[in-house]
């Protein structure tokens, strides 16, 4: 079955940028819509940006104009690029496949805080 390893997560202050990589473990990555979603603590998990085989894009209202997703299909990765960070952003972070793939990966801790 496929794995997700996502990565790039961290301490990062108020206003601050990070940028998530999730690689997938499958030859035919590039056919597939890729997801990131976040879930904070006592919440559940939500979607947070979306990027189709073709390259279109839509993000959740909370990202927008703030974070950007892009794929790299050579390299089996998806990023998330996340800008202008807010405490409410803090949350384990993890990508899927759309339809999601069975085994989620173990995410990548994001902790925005001064």
């Known amino acids: 079955q496929v794995q997700l390893v996502e990565s790039g997560g961290g301490l990062v202050q108020p206003g601050g940028s990070l940028r998530l990589s999730c690689v997938a473990s499958?030859?035919?990555?590039?056919?597939?819509?890729m997801d990131w979603y976040r879930q904070a603590p006592g919440k559940q998990r939500e979607l947070v940006a979306r990027?189709?085989?073709?390259?279109?894009?839509n993000y959740a209202d909370s990202g927008k104009g703030r974070f950007t997703i892009s794929r790299d299909n050579a390299k089996n990765t998806v990023y998330l690029q996340m800008n202008s960070l807010t405490p409410e952003d803090t949350a384990v972070y993890y990508c899927?496949?759309?339809?999601?793939?069975?085994?989620w990966g173990q995410g990548t801790q994001v902790t925005v805080s001064s």
């Open positions: 990027i189709t085989s073709g390259g279109g894009t």
């Open positions: 899927n496949a759309d339809p999601a793939w069975a085994a």
């Open positions: 499958t030859s035919i990555f590039s056919i597939y819509t």
